[in-house]
């Protein structure tokens, strides 16, 4: 094991995970979605944003979780305090949520995604940008 996974399982243990938004659902963020969902103790995967909100629904569903739509600053703090995944075809809310700890990023849209990850920055969020470019 190494450090990472170490902390990450302590985490895990004190009920306390890295609570990640992800924005984009397409085949890298599907896979994305499903190795934090299924194999990564300690992290938690929180909501996802997908301008086409189908596609954030499907990462979910092929992880084997159910997800709730959401559309508000408000609804998404819900969803995430109540432990309910959520999905939204707003990206901006994950940037600003309070519920989330870091961002993965993984749309391929460069532009799009600067300003998400500015956002997110401005919001003292973690990120990783996992995009082709």
Request: contains cysteine; aromatic residues 2%.
């Amino acid at each position: 094991m190494i450090i990472v996974d170490i902390a990450l399982i302590a985490r895990a243990e004190q009920g306390n995970p890295v609570r990640v938004g992800m924005v984009g659902a397409g085949a890298r963020g599907q896979g994305i979605a499903n190795q934090i969902v299924n194999s990564v103790p300690g992290m938690e995967l929180v909501a996802i944003a997908n301008r086409t909100v189908e596609r954030a629904v499907t990462a979910y569903a092929e992880a084997g979780r159910n997800c709730k739509e959401v559309s508000s600053q408000a609804e998404l703090e819900d969803a995430i305090n109540k432990g309910e995944p959520a999905v939204t075809g707003a990206a901006m809310l994950l940037a600003r949520a309070e519920g989330i700890d870091a961002i993965v990023e993984v749309t391929g849209a460069i532009e799009f995604s600067a300003h998400v990850v500015l956002e997110a920055i401005n919001h003292r969020k973690h990120v990783s940008m996992m995009n082709a470019e």
